[in-house]
């Protein structure tokens, strides 16, 4: 069951629409600190990808947006949404193990930075 539930999970992924251009890095004073997985809230992809790198997957659905990064044992998942302002911004975050067990985002976040 487990299977088919990813299996259709993986190829509703296949069909979203792909997005037209991977956001740019935004420039920032420093990017080598490792910092609060409670300050992921709020940064937007470009943030994100400095801190991160380049995303492992992208998935665009509707106004919203999941940038999923990987570490050498964890996954986080980001989940950005317009703002006030327009701008799409991380609103929530999940952080899991490979085998899809919840782990600390903090240290999931700490162990993508320090890849």
Known sequence: M???????ALFLAAC???PEATPEPVASASTSG????RTVNGM???DL???FGKPRLQIVEGDGTKLQFAGPNCVLDA???PSTGGVPRV???EARNFQGAAVDAQNC???IEGR
């Open 79 to 81: 989940y950005l949404y």
């Open 34 to 37: 490792q910092h609060d997985h």
């Open 91 to 93: 609103t929530h975050i």
């Open 2 to 8: 487990r299977r088919i539930v990813t299996l259709t």
């Open 16 to 18: 979203a629409p792909r």
């Open 49 to 51: 990808i400095q801190h």
């Open 44 to 46: 937007t992809a470009g």
């Open 109 to 111: 976040s700490y162990a």
